[in-house]
């Protein structure tokens, strides 16, 4: 009987649905033929884009500003995340311009004896074409990347040069290393990731546990998620907070973490053993690749 019941029900259901649009439609031809009111207009991409550009010119007030120039390194082996966060946030700016930076324009995966990158990054613009003022100099993290760049003397010219001129020097995780092996944060108190961040000090900075560090003009980012953090606060500075705060909700960046794990002071005994250990011999490496920085340095 319940069955039978609901047989009944679904088919009058389908039934009037499709009765009652014959006659939408029907009443709906008739207005039109009677000189009634037009119909709608479907939405359009070309009307959607017009609605976006209008509400862009609404609110300059908020979004505007001089152009941006942002220059972010790339480099063989650097963790993805350490680049996509920040990029993320600082492509949501308006009237800006970014240059993914390498030596030449052909993708760059990992090193060689690392398995194959599965989402090569193409650089958009060669050292050499490098803008010379830049408001951004962005260096991100990455291992074993990090360590090959904190000895690679082109980079190191490189990052050295245009953090001179650069309206901010900032980076993420281990990018900071790099900051610090350019020569780039003696005596500036610096973020880095949590196994590495007592390395900064071999390099002359001053390492501090904050998510985000600033110190004048030098912005650093703890490891790899902090990125996003890190990107958020410095348009905070570039443009204002209440931009920062438009990204962060065009972002729906609102984190609820399943775990209170992602802090070596907050992390389960066994996760910060485990990882303490894995990373021994990448921390002594980092503090012996620091040591010869600075002397070449002096």
């Not at 003397?153 to 900051?179: H, K």
């Not at 390395?199 to 998620?225: F, H, K």
Request: net charge positive; hydrophobic share 40%; aromatic share 8%.
């Amino acid at each position: 009987m319940q069955r039978r019941r609901f047989a009944q029900v679904a088919t009058w259901l389908g039934v009037g649905a499709a009765a009652g649009r014959s006659a939408h439609a029907k009443t709906s031809a008739q207005s039109g033929a009677a000189g009634g009111p037009s119909p709608v207009a479907e939405p359009t991409k070309a009307s959607a884009d017009t609605h976006h550009q209008h509400a862009i010119k609404k609110y300059e007030s908020l979004t505007g500003g001089d152009k941006l120039v942002i220059g972010m390194l790339v480099y063989p082996s650097m963790f993805l995340q350490d680049l996509i966060g920040p990029l993320t946030v600082f492509e949501s700016l308006m009237n800006k311009e970014i240059h993914l930076l390498w030596k030449d324009t052909e993708p760059v995966g990992n090193e060689p004896g690392q398995p194959a990158a599965l989402v090569p990054v193409k650089p958009t613009t060669a050292f050499k074409d490098c803008p010379r003022q830049l408001d951004v100099l962005f260096v991100p993290g990455g291992v074993p990347g990090t360590l090959t760049v904190m000895e690679d003397p082109e980079v190191l010219a490189f990052l050295a040069d245009q953090g001179a001129r650069a309206r901010y020097v900032t980076s993420v995780c281990t990018g900071s290393l790099i900051l610090g092996a350019a020569g780039l944060l003696k005596g500036y108190r610096a973020a880095s990731y949590w196994a590495t961040r007592d390395v900064l000090r071999d390099l002359g900075a001053i390492p501090s546990r904050q998510r985000v560090v600033m110190d004048r003009n030098r912005i650093t980012g703890g490891g790899v998620t902090a990125g996003i953090d890190f990107g958020l606060s410095l348009i905070a500075k570039l443009r204002s907070p209440a931009y920062a705060k438009t990204v962060q909700l065009y972002l729906e960046y609102d984190p609820q973490p399943p775990f209170d794990a992602g802090s070596p002071e907050n992390a389960p005994r066994i996760a910060r053993e485990f990882l303490t250990e894995m990373y021994a011999e990448l921390v002594r490496a980092a503090r012996a690749t620091a040591h010869r920085a600075m002397a070449r340095l002096r």
